[in-house]
């Protein structure tokens, strides 16, 4: 359900900050042809108005903004920082791993969901993401029993 | 038994959290309605609900409420969850 895009990975990058880190993933939902350039910052937005609540587990933020029209097709990207980011959370600073999440709908977007909660409920998978050098290391922890639906795009 | 998963959205976040709070709840042998909603509706949402799910941001937004506001840290720990929901229900 959630399509994942080898140009939506970037790894080993640095973010100055929290909007660094947000803008990044924004760039790669970007990349992979998901979303156009204002839902990056539409995702910081989120958090500017809401608080650092994105960070949904120790080390890892979950970035998203509503469905909107600079979204393209449903997909996620993913970031890893050399550097971990404070975003402000009260338990799970700091974060090394940004997924970025652009929906159609909000209901679409539910089995997507559930699957990505079967990923992170091994809580290997954050650590795993935020030491992979590569795609392949990547593509690995999405897949699991499951989780069919990462599919792959070029 | 009706329970409400808030974020900010709506979207990503809140229903992550409904898909864990029903895998705690099927652990725990409970039977309950959970919906996934966004801070802004969350005063007819969670009407009647007797717990809200959400995140520490969220807590003072939720205004006054007679359900059990339980903090997830860590949306990912259904053990958390798990005992967090048993704590409030059982």
New interface residues.
């Given amino acids: 359900m959630l399509a994942l895009s080898d140009a939506g990975i970037l790894l080993g990058r640095t973010a100055a900050d929290w909007r660094g880190a947000v803008l990044l993933a924004g760039e790669g939902l970007e990349a992979a042809g998901f979303a156009a350039a204002p839902y990056g910052q539409r995702m910081v937005g ?1 958090v500017e ?6 960070v ?3 080390g890892l933020a ?1 970035a ?4 909107g029209p600079d979204v393209v097709t449903s997909g996620m990207s993913v970031v890893t920082l050399t550097e971990p980011v404070v975003f402000g ?4 600073d700091p974060v090394s791993v940004v997924l970025g ?1 652009a ?1 159609i709908t ?1 209901d679409e ?2 089995a997507g ?2 699957e ?2 079967n990923v ?2 091994d ?1 290997s998978a954050i650590g795993r993401l935020a030491a992979a050098r590569s795609v392949a290391d990547v593509r690995a922890v999405f897949d699991v029993p499951g989780v069919s639906s990462f599919r792959e795009r070029h | 038994m009706k329970i409400v998963a808030i ?7 809140s ?2 959290l409904k ?2 709070a029903e ?1 705690a709840l099927a652990r725990l042998d409970i039977e309950a309605e959970v919906s996934a909603t966004d ?1 802004a509706s969350v005063a007819i949402a969670a009407a009647d609900a007797q717990v809200i799910l959400t ?4 807590v003072d937004r939720l205004g006054k409420t007679n359900a059990d506001v339980i903090v997830v ?6 053990d958390e969850l798990t005992a967090k929901l048993e704590a409030a229900l059982g």
């Fill in positions: 989120m108005e809401f608080g650092a609540y994105i949904i587990a120790p979950l998203h903004a509503r469905p959370h009260p338990y799970n999440l929906v909000a977007h539910v969901i559930a990505l909660a992170f409920n809580s | 974020c900010g959205a709506g979207v990503g976040t229903g992550i898909v864990n895998r801070v995140s520490p941001e969220f840290q860590n949306y990912f720990d259904v």
